[in-house]
């Protein structure tokens, strides 16, 4: 079966930056787009940043000029590197992936979030 394992979440301060990491892990499987989502309580989660098994990259308004995303496919890991933090960024961060099975069966999977808290 498909594990995401998140890390790299915490309390930082305004202006702070936090780097986090999501590792998948199946055996059998192929993990195709990988992202990062985000989201406070009683709200939707929203798509802070995206890449493809490729490369290609997309961005959430929020993240736009601020966050990096980028993935090490050889380790099916994706990270999100996180500068200028502001409190509104303060959410549960949530990594999600999409696989695809030996079988050729396609399925999307998510991690089990990691808090990030921004607060002076």
């Known amino acids: 079966q498909v594990q995401l394992v998140e890390s790299g979440g915490g309390l930082v301060q305004p202006g702070g930056s936090l780097r986090l990491s999501c590792g998948a892990s199946g055996s059998g499987f192929t993990f195709n787009a ?30 736009k000029g601020r966050f990096t995303i980028s993935r090490d496919n050889a380790k ?25 099975s030996r079988n050729l069966d396609r399925d999307e ?8 808290t921004v607060s002076s």
Not at 109 to 116: A, M, N, R, S
Request: proline share 2%.
């Open 34 to 63: 990988m992202g990062w989502y985000r989201q406070t309580s009683g709200d939707q989660r929203e798509l802070v940043a995206s890449i493809t098994r490729g490369g290609t990259i997309g961005y959430g308004d929020s993240a």
């Open 76 to 100: 099916n890991t994706v990270y999100l590197q996180m500068n200028s933090l502001q409190p509104e960024d303060t959410a549960v961060y949530y990594c999600k992936a999409a696989a695809i």
């Open 109 to 116: 999977y998510w991690g089990q979030g990691t808090q990030v």
